[in-house]
Nanobody, 121 residues
Framework: QVQLVESGGGLVQPGGSLRLSCAASGSFASINAMGWYRQAPGKERELVAK???????NYPDSVKGRFTISRDSAENTVHLQMNSLKPEDTAVYYC???????????????WGKGTLVTVSS
């Protein structure tokens, strides 16, 4: 199994910053990618940042230039630095990992329980 634990959510004013962290643990064989998704009421869950084992990253236009995803050298912890936050960034943020429990098997998706980010004045 892969356990994902998020931290760092909270209340912040527009224009402020937050740093989210996600630590992966368990008996997985490898992690191909880790990322962050968010979901606001009445909206679909959407990708906000993703980083692959090779270091390449993906961001949607809505957060590009404001959010930065990074990975620790241990490769089992990722961070999401969120700057210039806007009210529309308010959502539950979920950590995601593409991992396989044994070499030679397909990668599966694993999710944390989420952390709430509220951007409001």
């Amino acid at each position: 199994q892969v356990q994902l634990v998020e931290s760092g959510g909270g209340l912040v004013q527009p224009g402020g910053s937050l740093r989210l962290s996600c630590a992966a643990s368990g008996s997985f064989a490898s992690i191909n990618a880790m990322g962050w998704y968010r979901q606001a009421p009445g909206k679909e869950r959407e990708l906000v940042a993703k980083i692959r084992s090779g270091g390449s990253t993906n961001y949607p236009d809505s957060v590009k230039g404001r959010f930065t995803i990074s990975r620790d050298s241990a490769e089992n912890t990722v961070h999401l630095q969120m700057n210039s936050l806007k009210p529309e960034d308010t959502a539950v943020y979920y950590c995601n990992a593409e991992a396989r429990l044994a070499f030679g098997v397909r990668y599966g998706n694993y999710w944390g329980k989420g952390t709430l980010v509220t951007v409001s004045s």
